[in-house]
């Protein structure tokens, strides 16, 4: 009996210190290449189109010769670095797999500076994760929501 008591105490014992010790937080960081990402996604319902272009360090939206700056939300985009390729869940959980020359469609909301002003300011409320590379800030931006099929 006094063996199952110290069994007892010392499984008390270890529980006790281990119960203080915090989980492993070594998870690597995400590796978004070329991506601009903000926290979360873009509630607005107007919608875009053209053709993805990934070029460089930038992830850009290509329609009738101007380009636009693509901002996605955080917790549905990724990059797959091997493929080159943006890795998009839709609203309706389905993963999308974009590649350069793509056609694409998004809902979302945009920005330009013809419209707008200096797309810095708008830039200043967004809660980024990763900022765009400064060679990719095009005179017009379009924070991703949704995917919508190209027409």
Not at 114 to 143: M, N, Q
């Amino acid at each position: 009996m006094h063996f199952l008591r110290q069994a007892i105490a010392i499984g008390a014992l270890v529980s006790a210190c281990t119960a203080n010790v915090a989980p492993s937080t070594t998870t690597p960081p995400v590796d978004w290449g070329p991506l601009a990402v903000q926290a979360s996604g873009n509630g607005e319902k107007a919608r875009t189109q053209g053709t993805l272009r990934i070029d460089g360090d930038c992830v850009l939206l290509e329609r009738g010769g101007e380009r636009t700056l693509l901002v996605w939300p955080a917790s549905q985009v990724s990059w797959d670095p091997g493929r080159e390729t943006v890795m998009f869940v839709d609203r309706h959980g389905r993963l999308r797999q974009l590649t350069n020359g793509m056609p694409v469609g998004f809902g979302g909301g945009g920005a330009s500076e013809a419209e707008g002003g200096p797309l810095e300011d708008r830039f200043a409320s967004v809660d980024w994760v990763k900022r765009p590379d400064p060679e990719c800030v095009a005179p017009s931006v379009w924070f991703v929501g949704t995917w919508s099929n190209p027409t």
